[in-house]
């Protein structure tokens, strides 16, 4: 992901179902002191009747972004029980796993997709979760600031009810092993799944853009940070990508305005070389507070090399960002818009 990137492909697939979030998206784990035990939660309230997925944890998994009310509202306070430990007045027959994937769309692009899925070989996992939590900051345990996050994991019995079960901990806090061997070990069944929202369209897919980008000249100027451009002094570049975006109202003046692909493509050899020209010789920025209802980015066909953001609208500033670091903010004007227009 680059500094304006705000699509997140689902990072949970392919890495089993505990998923890796590192620290800088969700913080580090609660590890504890040296010798400190977490608290015993007691035992899991019992529900009478299990409904699904798409009812009881509607937001179960989510990874990314949806549109509103494209995937239903939060879960309601109170609607889902206290996790804890199974009794001997429960005996799990089912578990059921609550989740989101990420999924090709027909016709390209990417879809946002709420699963419900079920297991009923469960014994292996039955026990991993009867085991104690692992006492913490013992030893020569090397906890990572990484989190391990686990699927909303729900254990039904023949009569339908259900519960939320506790997962014991290993020493950094954490899920143990065993727990993450068993969910993994789980041959699922997808008894229901339902589209909650597009993560890709096929026009950004085959642009080569992402669907949602960040409009840095915005965050950059509101900071204060950025120094000058040089006239004439720009970084080299190989053959360029255009990804524009439109900011929705509601975005617009926000701390870190989030943009919807509207149209992309490779820049031709001489329209890249006249964009060049443009922002290697426009004055300073001017002063000025209008949010940028478009803004252009262009990058690297490779992904390498320096990025630009272009106000289309508005202000008509310019950000280049070259590695290994530090912005440079300029002034650009309607004659460089042209440029970076649809055709």
């Known amino acids: 992901m680059r500094s304006g990137g705000t699509t997140l492909v689902a990072a949970l697939l392919g890495m089993g179902l505990c998923g890796l979030v590192l620290a800088g998206c969700a913080g580090p784990a609660d590890t504890g002191g040296p010798g400190t035990t977490s608290k015993d939660p007691g035992p899991a309230e019992i529900v009478e009747k299990w409904t699904s997925c798409a009812k009881i944890a509607p937001q179960a998994g989510a990874v990314l972004p949806v549109p ?19 009794d001997g007045n429960f005996v799990p027959s089912t578990a059921v796993l609550c989740g989101r994937d990420v999924v090709p769309k027909a016709g390209g692009g990417r879809e946002q997709v709420a699963t419900e899925r079920r297991a009923d070989d469960i014994g292996p996992l039955v ?3 009867g085991l104690a939590d692992q006492e913490r900051g013992r030893g020569e345990v090397a906890c990572t600031a990484d989190m391990l996050v686990p699927p909303w994991l729900a254990l039904l019995d023949d009569r339908g009810r ?15 092993p065993e727990v993450r061997a068993a969910l993994d070990g789980l041959r699922l069944t997808t008894v229901d799944s339902r589209t909650v929202g597009q993560v890709e369209s096929s026009e950004a897919e085959a642009a080569g853009c992402a669907q949602r980008w960040s ?25 360029l990508r255009l990804c524009v975006y439109q900011v929705p109202p509601s975005e617009r003046g926000s701390g870190k305005p989030g943009g919807d692909f509207v149209y992309g493509r490779p820049l031709p050899p001489q329209r890249q070389a006249d964009v060049l020209r443009a922002l290697a010789s426009t004055p300073p920025a001017a002063e000025c507070a209008t949010p940028a209802s478009r803004f252009a980015v262009l990058q690297g066909v490779d992904g390498s090399g ?3 953001y272009v106000e289309l609208d508005a202000c008509r500033r310019f950000l280049v960002v070259a590695p290994p670091g530090g912005s440079q903010l300029g002034q ?3 004659a460089l818009a042209a440029l970076l227009g649809p055709s």
Do not use: F, H, N, Q
């Open 68 to 86: 509103p009310g494209a995937g239903g509202s939060a879960t309601p306070a109170g609607v889902e029980p206290r996790a804890g430990r199974i």
């Open 306 to 308: 320096p990025e630009w």
């Open 162 to 176: 259900w519960l939320r079960p506790y997962l014991p901990t290993d020493a950094c806090g954490k899920p143990r």
């Open 332 to 334: 650009g004007d309607a």
């Open 127 to 129: 026990a991993a979760l």
């Open 215 to 239: 409009d840095m000249v915005w965050v950059e100027a509101t900071l204060g940070r950025p120094g000058r451009v040089a006239p004439g002094a720009g970084p080299k570049a190989g053959p």
